[in-house]
Nanobody, 123 residues
């Protein structure tokens, strides 16, 4: 597995933007499919976006499609989530996750997880 550390969260007004980063340790990052998930207070963890190890294929939740963009830089062992046009309902702890053998939306299928970074969107 791989050690993942998220950063870039913070407080932003509705309509604003944030870019989250997820830095990975080790040399297996480039072989792993990556995903972003989020969990609001009192809610289940939900899928946000995912990207294959090659970066060729991406997937987004309907709630963020057109507003969020996932990308990766394998040379830097980093995956990003650019969040634009933020809404109060985007408020959550955002987690990055990795898994070599799974590309999809099911959080339980990802084996490596970061500690999360808080995103708060005020109205």
């Amino acid at each position: 597995q791989v050690h993942l550390v998220e950063s870039g969260g913070g407080l932003v007004q509705a309509g604003g933007s944030l870019r989250l980063s997820c830095a990975a340790s080790g040399r297996t990052f480039s072989s792993m499919h990556m995903g972003w998930f989020r969990q609001g207070l009192g809610k289940e963890r939900e899928f946000v976006a995912a990207i294959t190890w090659s970066g060729i294929t991406t997937s987004y939740a309907d709630s963020v499609k057109g507003r969020f963009t996932i990308s990766r830089d394998n040379a830097k062992n980093t995956v990003y989530l650019q969040m634009n046009s933020l809404k109060p309902e985007d408020t959550a702890i955002y987690y990055c996750a990795g898994e070599r053998t799974y590309f999809g939306t099911n959080s339980s299928r990802f084996g490596s997880w970061g500690q999360g970074t808080q995103v708060t969107v005020s109205s």
